[in-house]
């Protein structure tokens, strides 16, 4: 609620407002630098705002101390833009470390358990291998995997297709539906990614100068005549964005 | 009107990082497989870079030592005693801390910069990790072992090759090199809580550097930068410190 967030001189957030329902695939979409990742950081205290309160189920989390954020970040998890696989650790040592750590299994169980979540992705066949050693799409689904072994309440994912072809994309944009519709996730994603945006969002979320520009369900934003908004749908270079 | 000290705030924060990393380690010690592999890291992969540096140091200070020596006064058989207690209070913990600061002091900054830029600093806390725990603890314990272990290397291959020079150029016993006639308690003492001083300082000044890295490989390359000029800096200030106190407190007296 009324976010804001500096850099320096530079002011990502300028008051943004918004509200995540439970159950719904929510986008956040707008431009490179507009704030959509630091919005994001917020939700898991890994960045805390110059003013403004972030509420999670009712309770202000906005100063909350660091070691008062596990249980948080166990029900709400966030899935980095660039996988963030620990590179000195093999696939499944990845996906058993949060099974570790916040479940407090043992490594060896945490080990067998982690094959389940990677057979949730299809990755099984791969465990033992190093993230150098495989694909970004594989990474990808990797760190998915590991942030749904703490059968999360929420999952926030920063521009989960960032980079991949059309066919790994279709298949993370699938992953995305099964988890809320299957699983009945709350997701939250972070994307520039249209075709994916119109094809699994709910409800999206444009940010533009550090506040909500426009929000609601895609259908919205197809027949909206803002020109900022067409400007950034139709990807045209000349607009008032530049 | 808020008032920053950019110098006050940097050295409060190492300060933060060490004592999280001191508590880090009484609350519950790294796992023994990672300080192993930080001591294998630190120590055993050096041991070439040391012996070969160290050996050269040990043989050039002994020949101009022994050549400016010779022309004051023709006899040199303390000559060893001077330079071994040199070595032991001063040039082994100095230049072998030197030594790791540049080889092994950078890798930890790398490693931890590329860490940050790539956000998995930020996932570790995410997975309920503590970054400090995880990546500094075991790398501190590393270095701090090695780097005494490895002072004691360096002084022994530094005091070898001046030995062999000063036999084989000069014409010394070497008995008679071999003297700790000059070298008191207070002297090792001086150089162990130099070393243990630089070992502290080092791997606390590299993983604060890495931690602070941004706007990717280029923030990697300044972070290396960084903890190696941090670094040197903190070994000639603490060298000079130390030095200072060790003379005021027992040679003095």
Same mark, same amino acid.
């Given at each position: 609620?009324?976010?804001?967030?500096?850099?320096?001189?530079?002011?990502?957030?300028?008051?943004?407002?918004?509200?995540?329902?439970?159950?719904?695939?929510?986008?956040?979409?707008?431009?490179?630098?507009?704030?959509?990742?630091?919005?994001?950081?917020?939700?898991?205290?890994?960045?805390?705002?110059?003013?403004?309160?972030? &509420?999670?189920?009712?309770?202000?989390?906005?100063?909350?101390?660091?070691?008062?954020?596990?249980?948080?970040?166990?029900?709400?998890?966030?899935?980095? *833009?660039?996988?963030?696989?620990?590179?000195?650790?093999?696939?499944?040592?990845?996906?058993?470390?949060?099974?570790?750590?916040?479940?407090?299994?043992?490594?060896?169980?945490?080990?067998?358990?982690?094959?389940?979540?990677?057979?949730?992705?299809?990755?099984?066949?791969?465990?033992?291998?190093?993230?150098?050693?495989?694909?970004?799409?594989?990474?990808?689904?990797?760190?998915?995997?590991?942030?749904?072994?703490?059968?999360?309440?929420?999952?926030?994912?920063?521009?989960?297709?960032?980079?991949?072809?059309?066919?790994?994309?279709?298949?993370?944009?699938?992953?995305?539906?099964?988890?809320?519709?299957?699983?009945?996730?709350?997701?939250?994603?972070?994307?520039?990614?249209?075709?994916?945006?119109?094809?699994?969002?709910?409800?999206?979320?444009?940010?533009?100068?550090?506040?909500?520009?426009?929000?609601?369900?895609?259908?919205?934003?197809?027949?909206?005549?803002?020109? #900022?908004?067409?400007?950034?749908?139709?990807?045209?270079?000349?607009?008032?964005?530049? | 009107? /808020? #008032?920053?000290?950019?110098?006050? *705030?940097?050295?409060?924060?190492?300060?933060?990082?060490?004592?999280?990393?001191?508590?880090?380690?009484?609350?519950?010690?790294?796992?023994?497989?990672? =300080?192993?592999?930080?001591?294998?890291?630190?120590?055993?992969?050096?041991?070439?870079?040391?012996?070969?540096?160290?050996?050269?140091?040990?043989?050039?200070?002994?020949? *101009?030592?022994?050549?400016?020596?010779?022309?004051?006064?023709?006899?040199?058989?303390?000559?060893?005693?001077?330079?071994?207690?040199?070595?032991?209070?001063?040039?082994?913990?100095?230049?072998?801390?030197?030594?790791?600061?540049?080889?092994?002091?950078?890798?930890?900054?790398?490693?931890?910069?590329?860490?940050?830029? /790539?956000?998995?600093?930020?996932?570790?806390?995410?997975?309920?990790?503590?970054?400090?725990?995880?990546?500094?603890?075991?790398?501190?314990?590393?270095?701090? =072992?090695?780097?005494?272990?490895?002072?004691?290397?360096?002084?022994? =291959?530094?005091?070898?090759?001046? &030995?062999?020079?000063?036999?084989?150029?000069? *014409?010394?016993?070497?008995?008679?090199?071999?003297?700790?006639?000059?070298?008191?308690?207070?002297? &090792?003492?001086?150089?162990?809580?130099?070393?243990?001083?630089?070992? #502290?300082?080092?791997?606390?000044?590299?993983?604060?550097?890495?931690?602070?890295?941004?706007?990717?490989?280029?923030?990697?390359?300044?972070?290396?930068?960084?903890?190696?000029?941090?670094?040197?800096?903190?070994?000639?200030?603490?060298?000079?410190?130390?030095?200072?106190?060790?003379?005021?407190? #027992?040679?003095?007296?």
């Amino acid at each position: 609620m009324g976010l804001t967030k500096s850099f320096g001189d530079h002011r990502v957030l300028d008051g943004v407002d918004l509200a995540i329902r439970d159950g719904e695939i929510t986008y956040i979409i707008g431009t490179s630098g507009t704030g959509k990742s630091v919005l994001v950081k917020h939700a898991v205290g890994l960045l805390r705002p110059d003013s403004g309160r972030v &509420l999670i189920e009712g309770t202000d989390v906005s100063d909350l101390p660091e070691r008062a954020w596990a249980p948080i970040r166990r029900r709400y998890v966030l899935v980095f *833009q660039h996988s963030t696989l620990f590179d000195s650790m093999t696939l499944r040592e990845n996906v058993a470390l949060p099974l570790r750590k916040h479940r407090g299994l043992s490594r060896a169980e945490a080990r067998e358990r982690a094959m389940d979540y990677l057979r949730l992705v299809r990755m099984e066949d791969r465990a033992d291998r190093m993230p150098a050693e495989v694909g970004p799409s594989e990474r990808k689904r990797v760190a998915i995997s590991r942030a749904l072994t703490l059968d999360p309440h929420c999952a926030i994912l920063d521009e989960p297709t960032t980079g991949l072809d059309v066919i790994a994309s279709a298949t993370v944009d699938d992953l995305i539906r099964r988890l809320s519709r299957e699983l009945g996730r709350t997701v939250v994603v972070v994307s520039h990614d249209l075709r994916s945006i119109f094809g699994v969002a709910d409800r999206i979320v444009f940010l533009y100068k550090g506040r909500v520009w426009l929000d609601g369900p895609p259908d919205v934003f197809r027949v909206s005549d803002d020109p #900022v908004v067409r400007q950034f749908i139709q990807g045209d270079p000349n607009g008032p964005i530049v | 009107m /808020t #008032v920053s000290f950019p110098g006050l *705030q940097a050295v409060a924060r190492v300060f933060g990082l060490l004592g999280e990393t001191l508590w880090s380690l009484v609350r519950r010690p790294p796992p023994r497989s990672a =300080v192993v592999a930080h001591l294998f890291n630190t120590g055993n992969r050096s041991l070439v870079f040391l012996a070969v540096t160290m050996g050269f140091l040990g043989m050039i200070s002994v020949y *101009q030592g022994c050549l400016q020596a010779m022309k004051v006064l023709p006899d040199l058989s303390n000559a060893g005693a001077v330079f071994i207690m040199a070595m032991v209070r001063e040039f082994g913990p100095t230049i072998t801390a030197m030594m790791l600061a540049t080889r092994v002091g950078t890798g930890i900054a790398a490693e931890i910069a590329v860490m940050t830029v /790539t956000d998995q600093v930020e996932a570790l806390k995410v997975n309920n990790t503590d970054p400090v725990a995880y990546l500094v603890a075991p790398r501190f314990v590393g270095f701090l =072992v090695m780097m005494i272990l490895c002072t004691v290397y360096s002084c022994a =291959v530094a005091i070898l090759a001046g &030995l062999l020079m000063a036999d084989l150029r000069f *014409q010394v016993n070497p008995n008679t090199f071999l003297s700790l006639g000059f070298t008191r308690w207070s002297d &090792l003492s001086v150089g162990l809580t130099k070393t243990v001083a630089y070992g #502290v300082a080092i791997p606390i000044l590299a993983a604060d550097s890495g931690f602070r890295a941004g706007g990717g490989s280029e923030g990697v390359g300044w972070a290396t930068t960084r903890a190696v000029v941090n670094a040197l800096f903190a070994i000639i200030a603490l060298d000079f410190l130390i030095a200072g106190v060790g003379y005021l407190l #027992v040679r003095g007296a």
